[in-house]
């Protein structure tokens, strides 16, 4: 099986919620849908208090080239543009719409047969974001200065207790394959490959039986038709979603330092995202409903759920039975890379691709001791950097020999700190370093 170099498997506890099927989130009265939620420059609202939206009405348009558009994730009367702390614990401009009941709804019109243009410009009215966590506009991806021959769908879900694109790829196998399909055709590649974990067996034999999709074997690859799309079934191990890794593993080129996919002619996409350009292309849908799971043991009910963009977290876990008292952690996306949350009052957002309360069974609640210099950390790093002196650079705030470690090449899996017996909080180290850096800039 294909995988990288480093890396570790961490306990997966996917079994939470793997064969949950995907449930509707019932509409709820409040919403807060965040301005700030891709990579970029915030989208400036088109709305105005007392103002009545319908669902998927544009209600905040892309301010520069790195932003995207937000649409409405209901029918409902616009309250106020209002503070709210986002999962990272910063306050951003959020549009609080409130539900007023109706059911009409806003989309373009379907394409049918579209040009490369047209899907690039239907994702970026869509508002698609990369929807893996990274939130990039995934128009601009699209649209690189180097040349690409190669699409990567990352379909690895590599974090623990993480089900949605798993269960995407089981229940809506063919509309994922038409974004799939639709993504080739706006870069102009036929080079596609699907990377996903060995521990997904249900949704690749699925996609396997599809027509048009071939697995990597040697038999099947010597037979390959131009349009055929090539299932690379990955080792299960962290972090194989990564971009640099997922890479390696599917079409062995390596990223440069500081470089991106594209730098490699490469072109790296989410599950999610995919299904998102389907439904902006096929049905003229805009991006305001994902796919999340909501897990861990302090949940009572664990399940996979669409849910609308804005809605507040604290309803989408009563909707799952409520937490638990064994419950010591909240957590924002998976554990490895999720940021911890300190209570419920935060809005879901495009890129929420889960929400973990996890107990003392789960989650360390152990202090840091000082490092024993054992190595673990710089034998897993994928990006083979010696994670130890970061973080003791960073510590006694010697930011520039921080950097002369890495921290900027630094992707933040968080394998070295899982995997350090001494509990040393190296992402946080680089992430201070990176903002330092970023300062002093
Ligand atoms: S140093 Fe960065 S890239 Fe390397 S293992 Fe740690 S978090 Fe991952
Ligand atoms: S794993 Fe932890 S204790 Fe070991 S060298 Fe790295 S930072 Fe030090």
Known sequence: MKTFRGGFHVPDNKALTAASAIEQMPAVTDYYVSLSQHIGKPAQPVVKAGDEVVEGQLIAQASAFVSANIHSPVCGEVVDIVKRKNAQGALVDAIHIKANGKQDKF???????????????????AGIVGMGGAGFPTAVKLQPKDPVDVLIINAAE????????????????????????????????????????????EAYDKLLAQEGVISDSKEALANRKESDVVLVQLKAKYPQGAEKTIIKACVNREVPVGG????????????????????????GVPLYRRLMTVSGRGVNAPKNIEVAIGT????????????????IKLVSGGPMMGFCLADLEVATTKTDSGFLALTD?????????????????ASVC?????????????????TDNAVKYGALNCFECGTCAYVCPAKRPIVQSVRLTKMKAKEKK
Do not use: H, W
């Open 158 to 201: 590599c974090e623990p207790y993480l089900n949605c694109d798993n269960r995407l790829m089981i229940e809506r196998t063919e509309q994922f394959l038409q974004g799939v399909r639709l993504i080739a055709k706006a870069i102009g590649v036929t080079n596609v490959y699907i990377g996903i974990e060995a521990n997904k067996t």
């Open 107 to 125: 989309a373009y019109p379907p394409l049918t047969d579209p040009t490369p243009a047209q899907i690039i410009q239907r994702i970026a009215d």
């Open 260 to 283: 991106l996919p594209a730098a490699v002619g490469c072109i790296v996409d989410n599950v999610g995202t995919a299904y998102a350009v389907y439904d902006a292309v096929v049905n």
């Open 312 to 327: 507040p977290l604290s309803s989408v876990v009563e909707l799952c039975g409520g937490l638990n008292d064994r419950t």
């Open 361 to 377: 069974k789960e989650a360390s609640s152990v202090l840091p001791t000082p490092c024993i210099n054992c190595g673990r950390c």
């Open 382 to 398: 994928p990006m083979r950097l010696m994670p130890m002196y970061i973080d003791f650079y960073a510590t006694v705030g010697d």
